[in-house]
């Protein structure tokens, strides 16, 4: 007997997955998780459903982005399906695979959500160059300033100072102390 099988995603432990589920009412079983999206063998309960499909049955999603974030792992996953002789439908996008025009429109909506995100991080990245030209620092802020660094050097070259003594007094790493230094080697 064919099954529809459905797949419920959500990025993030606070995210609901309440509207995807609504919509799936309808399957003989559902598999769920809360993971990013963005690497299939990351996501245990997807890979548990494409193993559990079988020829003849549909692997039923609310959106396309619930399934993949690249055409690339898109790919993979529709070959993996097409394998199995398991139809992919996509309810918002009216997209099923066991037609012709399923097969086109799955494709293309593929294409176009890898190119939105293409286009979201060429914009991200844009973003970042122009805060560091404005001087905007990214990252930790640095352990020590650049008078602490000099007092370091100081310590240990003309008094003395071993490294787990400026660990201590300067509530730092070794490898903080041995940056400070001008040495990485331990």
Same mark, same amino acid.
């Given at each position: 007997?064919?099954?529809?099988?459905g797949?419920?995603?959500?990025?993030?432990i606070?995210?609901s997955?309440?509207?995807?589920?609504?919509?799936?009412?309808?399957?003989?079983?559902?598999?769920?998780?809360?993971?990013?999206?963005?690497? !299939?063998?990351?996501?245990?309960?997807?890979?548990?459903?494409l193993?559990y499909?079988?020829?003849g049955?549909?692997?039923?999603?609310?959106?396309?982005d619930?399934m993949?974030?690249s055409?690339?792992d898109?790919?993979?996953?529709?070959?993996?399906?097409?394998?199995k002789?398991?139809?992919?439908?996509?309810?918002?996008?009216s997209?099923? !695979?066991?037609?012709?025009?399923g097969?086109?429109?799955?494709?293309?909506?593929?294409?176009?959500?890898?190119?939105?995100?293409d286009?979201?991080r060429?914009?991200?990245?844009?973003?970042?160059?122009?805060?560091?030209?404005?001087?905007?620092?990214?990252?930790r802020?640095?352990?020590?300033?650049g008078k602490?660094?000099?007092?370091?050097?100081?310590?240990?070259?003309k008094?003395?100072?071993t490294?787990?003594?400026?660990?201590?007094?300067?509530?730092?790493?070794r490898?903080?102390?041995?940056?400070?230094?001008?040495?990485y080697?331990i």
């Amino acid at each position: 007997m064919n099954q529809t099988i459905g797949y419920a995603r959500v990025s993030s432990i606070g995210q609901s997955l309440e509207v995807q589920l609504d919509k799936l009412k309808d399957c003989d079983k559902i598999f769920q998780e809360k993971r990013s999206g963005k690497q !299939t063998d990351n996501r245990p309960e997807l890979l548990k459903a494409l193993d559990y499909v079988r020829e003849g049955d549909s692997l039923v999603i609310s959106r396309l982005d619930r399934m993949a974030r690249s055409v690339l792992d898109l790919a993979k996953i529709a070959e993996r399906l097409k394998e199995k002789g398991v139809a992919l439908k996509v309810l918002d996008q009216s997209i099923d !695979t066991s037609t012709s025009e399923g097969k086109l429109m799955f494709h293309m909506l593929g294409a176009f959500a890898e190119f939105e995100n293409d286009i979201r991080r060429e914009r991200q990245q844009d973003g970042i160059a122009k805060a560091l030209s404005k001087g905007v620092k990214f990252g930790r802020k640095p352990a020590l300033t650049g008078k602490q660094q000099a007092t370091i050097r100081r310590m240990r070259k003309k008094e003395g100072f071993t490294i787990a003594q400026l660990m201590e007094r300067f509530q730092v790493g070794r490898t903080t102390v041995y940056r400070a230094l001008g040495t990485y080697s331990i």
